[in-house]
T-cell receptor, first 113, second 114 residues
Framework: AQSVAQPEDQVNVAEGNPLTVKCTYS??????LFWYVQYPNRGLQFLLK??????LVKGSYGFEAEFNKSQTSFHLKKPSALVSDSALYFC???????????FGAGTTVTVRA | DADVTQTPRNRITKTGKRIMLECSQT?????MYWYRQDPGLGLQLIYY???????NKGEISDGYSVSRQAQAKFSLSLESAIPNQTALYFC?????????????FGPGTRLLVL
């Protein structure tokens, strides 16, 4: 069975500071990993994904994520957060042999001016 | 994503009523999904369809049914709505070709069952 954990319900940072949203996963094989963002009253928007290759993945809006196989983690990062990054962030994992995408519970990010 | 639309965006209904949520996509994807989102639980898969003739139950299909009317349309029905079906419902699509297919989501339908 595959699963995702987002250990922090909320992350608060000041604008201009680095932002990190944590994600750990459990899957039997090599994982496909995804990050989505949900702005208020909007659907989930795809940010980035890891399939294979370089452990550092770059995505939309200046976000990046680092795949760490030994720690089974896929943390989302942004070097300098903006107030407009305030949103709900979801990590998701899929076993390549399966159709199912499993989501974490989400982390609410608040960036204060 | 404007390529995936959902109607209605908001709906209030009463216990026991039958309602239908609709999803349309212009992305040309074969695969479509229905999820519900509850606070603190992430997204849970209700039903999925890999093509018009292939419909499958997800994790939480009890109390729901679906119809895939065309490649571009996938509807979710609540046959007899109950209050614990109050949630945010999302439709998603994906393209089966290539590695690590990405799911693209609609804007959601907020449903309140009284």
């Amino acid at each position: 069975a595959q699963s995702v954990a987002q250990p922090e319900d909320q992350v608060n940072v000041a604008e201009g500071n680095p932002l990190t949203v944590k994600c750990t996963y459990s899957v039997s094989g090599n994982p496909y990993l995804f990050w989505y963002v949900q702005y208020p009253n909007r659907g989930l928007q795809f940010l980035l994904k890891y399939i294979t290759g370089d452990n550092l993945v770059k995505g939309s809006y200046g976000f990046e994520a680092e795949f760490n196989k030994s720690q089974t983690s896929f943390h989302l990062k942004k070097p300098s957060a903006l107030v407009s990054d305030s949103a709900l962030y979801f990590c998701a994992v899929r076993d390549p042999s399966d159709y199912k995408l499993s989501f974490g519970a989400g982390t609410t990010v608040t960036v204060r001016a | 994503d404007a390529d995936v639309t959902q109607t209605p965006r908001n709906r209030i209904t009463k216990t026991g009523k039958r309602i239908m949520l609709e999803c349309s996509q212009t992305k040309g994807h074969d695969r479509m999904y229905w999820y519900r989102q509850d606070p603190g639980l992430g997204l849970q898969l209700i039903y999925y369809s890999f093509d018009v003739k292939d419909i499958n139950k997800g994790e939480i299909s009890d109390g729901y049914s679906v119809s895939r009317q065309a490649q571009a349309k996938f509807s979710l029905s609540l046959e007899s709505a109950i209050p614990n079906q109050t949630a945010l419902y999302f439709c998603a699509t994906s393209d089966a070709t290539g590695m690590g297919e990405t799911q693209y989501f609609g804007p959601g339908t907020r449903l309140l069952v009284l």
